[in-house]
């Protein structure tokens, strides 16, 4: 099992840091590691819709993952990855955005399940791994945010 925490302070007003976050079909728009995401079932960000994403280097022979979200909160909502990740059976991912007096804080969790031997081998390679994925993703986050409309 995998498992990643991160939490991060934006120089972003939340509103418009969750207004990027919460439009679940484009997150290629600022994830430099995507080339291509979409909405291929339901539409918003309510429990059910599902999109897939495409990665521009497939990750370990994968081109492309499939998330399903199943919760939505006020400025939060989580997703399943029910086909897995490289070595690992199926993941849960969830995101947040807390108010800061200069900004807003990012929170990102990630499990990644199942994985066997193999995945208990390469562990320490996927937690770098996602985290340095999730590290490049709130800079875009952060720089797609203050160039929205507000």
């Keep these: 099992m995998v ?11 939340p509103d418009r840091v969750w207004a990027v976050l919460s439009d679940f079909g484009a997150i290629a728009d ?21 999109r897939v994403c495409t990665y521009v280097t497939p990750v370990a022979g994968q081109p492309s993952i499939r998330e399903v979200v199943r ?6 909502f989580a997703y399943d990855i029910p086909d897995g990740l ?6 849960r991912s969830h995101w947040r955005v807390e108010d800061a007096a200069d900004g807003c804080v990012v ?10 031997f193999l995945g208990w081998l390469l562990a320490g390679r996927a937690r770098r791994g ?8 709130l800079e875009g986050l952060e720089v797609h945010a203050n160039q929205r409309d507000a």
């Excluded at 919760?71 to 939060?76: A, L, P, S």
């Excluded at 490289?86 to 993941?91: D, H, N, S």
């Excluded at 929170?107 to 066997?116: P, R, V």
């Design 3 to 13: 498992h990643v925490r991160v939490r991060q302070h934006l120089d972003a007003p």
């Design 71 to 76: 919760h939505v909160g006020e400025r939060e």
């Design 107 to 116: 929170h990102f969790e990630t499990e990644l399940q199942g994985g066997g």
């Design 86 to 91: 490289a070595v690992y059976r199926r993941g």
């Design 30 to 50: 600022w994830v430099d590691d995507l080339s291509e995401s979409r909405v291929v079932l339901g539409e918003g960000l309510q429990p059910g819709t599902e």
């Design 130 to 137: 996602i985290r340095n994925g999730i590290a490049r993703a």
